[in-house]
């Protein structure tokens, strides 16, 4: 039985294991996969942030370099004899500081004297003090040039000192100019990051941090005898102890980061840690972000798996049962005819027992009836009794002394009449009838149950000599038997019909789960782009404002980031509908020569935008597919394209391929790997190829892409040589309707949702009006375009309602939702509007989205209006 329990059991353990071991492989893939995302954004905020350190120190560099060519710098360093105009020099450096506003100003004399000072007057005067020692004199007095990082000798306050020889006439370095800064504004700054970053010296010692001040002047690891020599003799850092930080590397995080836990100074959890070198000062930069999001994201990948293994189990369960239903089922039917043909041989054997020593009693010998199971009994052809049985006699209850040899039988059916137990009706009738089979002498075979519940099976079968030979056989415990198995089979299938439906309701409640997930992502998609567009209205009235270069560049890159992250949610939304079977494609004819003629005159530009070349190649295919999603498709591998092509060119083309078409995207870009030629299709992967790194994608258009594939049934596939370049492909099935020169027609007029669309475009700029209707007709639009609200009015008293209502908001001192109002009321109907501003307000944004109004910024992007407007023909239409 043990052998027997362990082998049933194995196959559970088994799945069991393979579960826990596909969530743990998924949990460890997310918790890497998120230590990478972590390392690279570290390594983005570390360049953002070393960046703002080497701005701070460059607005520095120049002041010193211009004050060693000052005539009265140099002639009061020159060896003239004669005493130096120390007030002078002290207020000249104090006039020069004034402007700049560095920490301080010194001028060492070629002894590495302080003769003048722009603290001159302050009880923490540089002026008279011996800076020989400091290295930064040492190698300005040898090199022309110096910088250091170190405590001030007077001040006691850090900063970066900024060193330049000052030249005599000949050409001799007869002082030193030196420039102390402080780096608070940096530190400030990086007082608003959540995670830790240091900055640390040549030493490895931290000198600056957004923590607290036991961070501060602590080695990364213990110096060496030799480096805490020269910090000591250049007095760096003053007195102050530098206890060496206590850290334990855990393992690596990605491309150079590593995992570690620092333990002094204390911090919470593990962290990743990510470093960048500043060779120009010789320093470090880390940044220390929290690890505990990676946790987050493998305990989230393992309840994802588990979530998918959960209804491949309930369907291998309802596999099982089915099986083993099936197999109890068969054993069952099997068992019971087993049974049924072992009475029958048994009841054939002893039916020919019983004729036999029937036969035989005729003729004298009754003791061959007694061995015989069944109860016997035998007439003559006068139907008087000749033989029988005592299990005969015990069956039907005859006294001993009523049996006796000549008795006629009609005798023996009144005595058994009048106990009952010839069954209902008449009993004379039962009697007649028995007769009449008797004198007939046909055989004969039926069942009767006894008042008592008995069953017995009657046989009759007529002798060679005449007369009649009768077996009663007990067959109580085989109708038992029967109804036994035609109970278990009935509560068989009744438990095959509840499992059944049991799994019909876990498909159900799985099918309800996930559109409840559907509508959770899009909902939340909702929440979160709502923020995000307050976000952009909030940039673009800053960008309005006045900004130097520094401050618009920022701008343009929240502007980007804003940018990046909504087309981000829109991908996601993607994917939850067509995960969730909100996407229904339209299958249609679709012309491939208009299709890819409008892809190559769409993409053209960009491409050129590029120094790149876009050729089409064009066919007469007509294939079978829905328009929008092959567009989408087709969009996505040339925007790729595009994108990844440093140089070359990129081709749109397609061929056939038996019952089918490809159409094909080429390019001379730098190529994939083989190893990740499918991997690309997953979610939000993207290969670092070193291509315009910031504008990257959120790595979600190939994977919609794929999942557009399997919904239109249309094989994608993906070819690469790295070096050399890629090709994208989609495999689409031609049309096989009853006429191609009619589903070309329609193909090509359907594959556009914007053919023959009657658009207003209202607009008071004469180029931007002029761009915008070309733009409009390009894409199939029939265009109304008006530069004023009077002639917008003019319009809607003749024509007829547009399919899409262009607004710029504000116009003629009207606002766009009265004019919008004004021109409905003209019309008798209220077209889709789209309203286009420079920067609206919050409010007027949700004033619009009440009413069903939605608002884009200008710049108008071509790709952010033809897709809004694609959402507004498809929600009206």
Known sequence: MSRVRLVRLFPLCALALVIAGTAAMGGWWAWHRALAVTAAQSADRLELHALAVQRLIDRFTVLPEVLALDPALRAALSDTGGPLPTLALNRKLAQANGAVHASTLTLLDRHGRAVAANNWDTPTSNVGLDYRFRPYFQEAMREGRATFYAMGVSTGVAGYFIARAVDDEQGRHVGVIVVKITLDDVRHDWARDDDTVLLADRYGVVFLTNRDASWLYRPLQALSPRDADAIRATRQYG??????????????????????????????????????ALPQQGWTLHLLADARPAMTAARDAVLVVLAVWLPIVLFGLFLQQRLRLARLRQRSREELERMVAHHAAALRSAQDSVVAAAHEATQGADGNLEHLPQGVSVIDASLRLVAWNTRYREIFGFPEEYMR????????????????????????????????????????????????????????????????????????????????????????????????????DAKAEAERANRSKTRFVAAAVHDLLQPLNAARLFVG????????????????????????????????????????????????AVSLASLLADLAKQFGVLAASHGLRLRCVTGRAVVRSDALLLRRVLQNFLSNAIHYTPRGGVLIGARRQGDAVRIEVWDTGLGIPEAKTRA??????????????????????????????????????????????????????????????????????????????????????????????????????????AASASEAMRHAETDAVPAILLLEDPIDGMTGEALRLALGARWGGMPPTLLIAEAPSAADVERAAAVGVRYLTRPLAPARLRAVMSRMLMVSG
Not at 487 to 503: G, K, N, P, Q, W
Not at 722 to 737: A, D, E, M, R
């Open 239 to 276: 007195d102050r102890a530098l206890v060496p930080m206590r850290t334990v590397t855990l393992g690596e995080a990605g491309a150079d980061a590593r995992r570690v836990r620092v333990i002094s100074p204390s911090l919470d959890g593990e962290v990743v840690w990510a470093s960048l």
């Open 405 to 504: 040899v000549g008795r006629p039988i009609e005798d023996l059916f009144r005595f058994n009449a009048r106990r009952g137990l010839l069954g209902p009706g008449d009993p004379e009738e039962a009697i007649r009838r028995r007769l009449d089979y008797l004198r007939a002498g046909s055989p004969h075979m039926y069942e009767r149950e006894r008042p008592d519940g008995t069953t017995l099976e009657i046989r009759g079968n007529p002798l060679p000599d005449g007369g009649f030979v009768t077996s009663y056989a007990d067959i109580t415990a085989y109708k038992a038997a029967a109804r036994e198995l035609r109970s278990l089979a009935t509560s068989l299938e009744r438990r095959v019909d509840e499992r059944t439906r049991d799994l019909h």
């Open 541 to 588: 009235a800053l960008a309005a404002g006045r900004l130097d270069a520094a401050e618009r560049e920022l701008v343009e890159r929240v502007r980007s980031a804003l940018d990046t992250q909504d087309e981000l949610l829109a991908s996601l939304l993607d994917v939850s509908r067509l995960e969730g079977g909100a996407v229904e494609p339209r299958f249609a």
């Open 680 to 785: 690309i299709f997953d979610e939000f992967l993207r290969l670092d190829n070193g291509v315009d790194r910031e504008r990257r994608s959120a790595g979600l258009g190939l994977s919609i892409v794929d999942r557009i594939g399997r919904l239109l049934g249309a094989p994608v596939a993906v070819r690469s040589r790295p070096g050399k370049g890629s090709v994208f492909s989609i495999t689409v099935p031609l049309w096989q309707g009853p006429s191609a020169t009619t589903a070309t027609a329609a193909g090509a007029e359907d594959e556009s949702p914007f053919a023959g669309a009657r658009v207003m475009l209202l607009d008071a700029d004469g180029v931007t009006r002029q761009a915008t209707t070309r733009l409009l007709a390009s894409w199939g639009c029939e265009v109304a375009a």
